[in-house]
């Protein structure tokens, strides 16, 4: 069982950048292979941003997210980034991490392959 906390979220004027964390948790054995950034809107569905293999630090993006959104990881703290660059008012979300032990080597953005979810971090972009 995977334990996830995001951070860093809050309050950005447009064209700011934000950085949020997710500190993982899973005892004395790292017992998933990747970890995915998502985000929720209101009325929206849940979607995809970016995830990286904590192994060999493969990632992969989703393509509107590509030139605006970092993701990186400290595996000797557990945590894995989201740098957010140039923030628009339509990122306003929820924004959380999951982990997946599906993927031996890659990673990819299926919501149904993340078992565990952190409790999200509000992120609003508001001049």
């Known amino acids: 069982q995977v334990h996830l906390v995001e951070s860093g979220g809050g309050l950005v004027q447009p064209g700011g950048s934000l950085r949020l964390s997710c500190a993982a948790s899973?005892?004395?054995?790292?017992?998933?292979?990747?970890i995915a950034w998502f985000r929720q809107a209101p009325g929206k569905e849940r979607e995809g941003i970016s995830c990286?293999?904590?192994?060999?630090?493969?990632?992969w993006y989703a393509q509107p997210m590509k030139d605006r959104f970092i993701i990186s990881r400290d595996n000797a703290k557990g945590t894995v980034y989201l740098q957010m660059l140039s923030l628009k008012p339509e990122d306003n979300a929820v924004y959380y991490c999951?982990?997946?032990?599906?993927?031996?080597?890659?990673?990819?953005?299926?919501?149904?392959?993340?078992?565990?979810w952190g409790q999200g971090t509000q992120v609003t972009v508001s001049s």
């Open positions: 990286i293999n904590v192994k060999n630090n493969y990632t």
């Open positions: 999951a982990a997946s032990s599906v993927a031996a080597r890659g990673c990819s953005l299926l919501i149904m392959a993340y078992r565990n």
């Open positions: 899973s005892g004395p054995t790292t017992d998933y292979s990747a």
